[in-house]
């Protein structure tokens, strides 16, 4: 069931929790996607877990902002945290906020406990392209798996020319890229988990069109000194696990590359994803 908060500056927050324990703050990928999906992740691990699913500003029930930035998102998270009465953090970021999760863990060291990551992108496209190209590279080889699959060409398209009159539709058709083996069985557990899919462009837009291409998160990975975790699919092309190496640079941080999934490894391997996070979870004392 959902719950409702307020922060000092009048901004209503929508959250739920999963689980007792630890505490860890969830944050949901886009931007502009609201915290439903994470139960997917947060399911095989409430045992020890206080998990904290976190709409972020424009999303759910909470209220919209005028900062979109991935530094305004961690300072609303660091508000939130506040709210709620929690000293100490794990923090969760998938896709996207694996930037904000990054950007807490560095700014805000003295309650983050460890630093969880699924999918987390590191250096945006003008980087990348101005040392050699090499993510691009990877990306379009993964998407290249595809490309003898009936669906394709509509997925692609839907991707990356999306109706924006029908973006849940595009989502929908663009999905399968997001797997490594899109079979229905996936497809289906994967809408089961993302339904009801709803998304605010504003918090997206901004991120495309002012940090994305200038993203370079490596200065901020090697001020992180907690623990932590950056999980990776090996066919992920939005995420690429070149993007994920950066982290093998934290002073405590590991990566794990998990074999034939893409960006939603909690979905095509379950067991895998869980059994990784708990692993680091009870060598860190975490859980």
């Known amino acids: 069931m959902s719950a409702r908060l307020e922060l000092p500056d009048g901004t209503e927050v929508t959250y739920r929790v999963m689980g007792e324990g630890v505490a860890v703050v969830g944050m949901p990928g886009g931007p502009g996607i609201s915290s439903g999906y994470l139960a997917s992740f947060a399911e095989p691990l409430v045992d020890g877990l206080a998990w904290h699913l976190i709409d972020p500003p424009g999303t759910g029930g909470t209220t919209p902002a005028t900062d979109y930035s991935i530094g305004g998102h961690a300072k609303f998270y660091r508000e939130v945290v506040s709210i709620l009465g929690l000293d100490r953090v794990v923090v969760f970021g998938h896709s996207y906020s694996g930037t904000v999760a990054t950007t807490f863990a ?46 394709y060409e509509d997925a692609v398209e839907a991707e990356f020319n999306p109706d924006m009159a029908d973006i849940e539709a595009s989502f929908r ?34 991120f ?7 993203l370079d998160l490596r200065p901020v990975i090697n001020d992180i000194q907690c623990p932590l975790l950056a999980i990776v699919g090996e066919h992920d092309w939005a995420v690429p696990p070149i993007q994920a190496s950066y982290y093998k640079e934290s002073a405590n941080g590991q990566v794990v590359e998990i074999p034939n999934c893409g960006h939603f490894v909690q979905i095509e391997a379950p067991n895998t994803y869980a059994s990784a996070v708990k692993d680091w979870l009870h060598h860190n004392h975490l859980a």
């Open 106 to 151: 560095a700014n805000y060291p003295e309650i983050t406990l460890g630093c969880l990551l699924v999918a987390p992108p590191v250096v945006g496209t003008d980087i990348d392209e101005a040392e050699g190209g090499d993510i691009r590279t990877a990306m379009n080889a993964a998407m290249a798996r595809h490309q003898n699959q009936p669906w």
């Open 208 to 214: 495309y069109e002012k940090e994305w291409a200038t």
């Open 173 to 206: 058709r663009g999905l399968p890229l997001y797997f490594s083996d899109p079979t229905d069985d996936v497809l289906n557990r994967a809408l089961d988990a993302l339904t009801p899919f709803q998304i605010n462009m504003d918090p997206m837009m901004w």
